[in-house]
Nanobody, 115 residues
Framework: QVQLVESGGGLVQPGGSLRLSCAAS????????MRWFRQVPGKEREWVAV???????NYADSVKGRFTISRDNAKNTVYLQMNSLKPEDTAVYYC?????????WGQGTQVTVSS
């Protein structure tokens, strides 16, 4: 079972930046894909970005050009660099790992974009 621990959330002004981290309990190359999702109260969880084992990347249209997903293989950690943040990016951000058809979630980290 993969355990995930997110960190890096906080309060930031519009136009600012934050970097989220997601540390996995297993070798990252044993995981088929790592994803970031976000959720606002009362709304469905929304997919944000994915990095596959192959290194392929993809982003939701709402964050394309502003967010960057990356990984540090030595640290078994995936990052989400968020730039040009907008108030509508405010949400709880969750890390997700897909391994052999199973999905695992972190506890989430709050990101608030407000002046």
């Amino acid at each position: 079972q993969v355990q995930l621990v997110e960190s890096g959330g906080g309060l930031v002004q519009p136009g600012g930046s934050l970097r989220l981290s997601c540390a996995a309990s297993e070798n990252i190359f044993s995981i088929d894909a790592m994803r970031w999702f976000r959720q606002v109260p009362g709304k469905e969880r929304e997919w944000v970005a994915v990095i596959a084992k192959s290194g392929d990347l993809n982003y939701a249209d709402s964050v394309k050009g502003r967010f960057t997903i990356s990984r540090d293989n030595a640290k078994n950690t995936v990052y989400l660099q968020m730039n040009s943040l907008k108030p509508e990016d405010t949400a709880v951000y969750y890390c997700n790992a897909e391994q052999r058809g199973r999905f695992y979630w972190g506890q989430g980290t709050q990101v608030t974009v407000s002046s």
